[in-house]
C-alpha cells in the first residue's frame, strides 16, 4: 500500500482538570460572554443516540506557541477551554497538519504529544486565570494536582481518497495510535489489539480508539467523535477523583469510629457522640452519590448509532465500568458503615432508657419506704 499522506488534518491535544464540585454553566457562560464562549452540541447523523444532560461551555483562549524538546519543534496551537457541569475543566490544544505529511512522520509528534509535559505545564498556567474570570460561576474549588491527557488525529482528507478498509491495513496506523516509531515493529497481537477498536459507518471515515489516543478520520470534518473522546476523557477523571475520595472518607470515618469507641459510656450521656458521627457519614453519602450520579449521567445512550457505539468502545478502552464498579463498592461500604453507626445510636439508647427504668424503679421503691 503507498504512504498515506494527510490533505487535510490537525491534532487534539487534551489537558483535563478536576477544579470544581460544579459549574453553573448558564452564569459561566455569561460572564465568558467577552470571549466568544459557546455551549457544545453533536451535529452528525446519529447524534440523537447520544443526550447530553449538560453540552459543556468552550472558551477560546488564543493562540499559544508549544516548544517541543524531543522533537525540537515550536508548534502554534490554538487553544480552547472546556467547561463540563461535574467540574471537569478539559484545556484543548488544536495544532495543524501540514498538507503533505506523512502518517509516517506523525508518529515522533504524536509520541511526545501524548505525555508532554510542556503541555501539562501550559494548561496548569492558562487554568487559573480563567477560573478566577469564572468566579461566580463555580461551586465548590478543588485543588487536586491529577492530569488525564487524551490525544486525537484528525484527518478529514488523504491523497487518493482511501477507503476505511483500506487504510486498517496499513502498518503505520498502529503505530502512530501507539506512538510506536515505524523501526519499532508492533507484533501482530499488539496491532490485533489496537485496531480491534475500530468503527466505521460510511466506507470512507474511521476511527481507531485506544487508551490515550484516537486516530479519525472524518472526510465530513465534523468534530462530534473528538467531542465524546474528550467527554469520556473527563468522565475517567472525575471517576478515579471520587475513588479517591470516597477512599478518603473510608479512612476518615474508620478513624472516627477508632475515636468515638474510646471514649466511655459516660461521656455520652449528656451528647451521643455516635448521633454526630451518623450525621456527618449520611451527609458525606448522600454528597458524594449525587456529584458521582452527576457524572454517570452526563451523557445518556439511547440508541445503536454509530457515534454510540464509539462512545461505548472509548468507554471499555478507558475502563470506566472498572471505575464505576469500585465506587460502587466503595458507596456501599459507606453505607454499611452508616448502618453500624446507626446500630451504636440504636444501643446506647437502648441502654440509657434501660437506665432511667432502672433508676425511676429504684426512686419509687425509696419514696415508698419513706412514707412507711
Known sequence: MPPLIVREGRLFAYRVLDVADEFDLPAAEQLARAAAARRGALTREGARSLVIAAPPLEVPLGLQKVALPRTQLLVDAEVSARLFEYGALSVRFEIAIAAGTGLESLVALCDELYDSPELDRLARELVPPLLTRLDGAIRGRHDWDAIETYTVVFVSGLDGHPLASEVLTSPTL???????????????????????????????????VDWNSAFVLEPSKSQDIPDILELAT?????????????????????????????????????????????????????????????????????????????????VRRFRIRAWQSSIDAKQALLAQAYELVRGEIEAR??????LVVIVLIVLEVGLALVRK
Not at 454528597?287 to 458521582?292: A, F, Q, S
Open 234 to 314: 473527563s468522565q475517567l477523571l472525575e471517576l478515579r477523583y471520587y475513588d479517591g475520595l470516597f477512599d478518603a472518607e473510608l479512612a476518615r470515618i474508620y478513624r472516627e469510629f477508632d475515636r468515638v469507641r474510646g471514649r466511655g459510656f459516660a461521656s455520652g450521656l449528656v451528647r451521643n457522640p455516635w448521633v454526630e458521627l451518623g450525621r456527618g457519614v449520611i451527609r458525606r453519602l448522600v454528597e458524594l452519590t449525587e456529584l458521582t450520579e452527576r457524572v454517570d449521567n452526563a451523557l445518556k445512550i439511547i440508541g445503536d448509532f454509530y457515534l454510540a457505539r464509539v462512545y461505548e468502545s472509548a
Open 174 to 208: 498502529a503505530s502512530l495510535v501507539v506512538g510506536e516509531p515505524p523501526n519499532r515493529r508492533l507484533s501482530a497481537s499488539q496491532r490485533q489489539d489496537v485496531l480491534q477498536h475500530a468503527h466505521s459507518y460510511l466506507e470512507d471515515d474511521l476511527v481507531v
Open 349 to 354: 439508647r437502648s441502654t440509657l432508657l434501660e
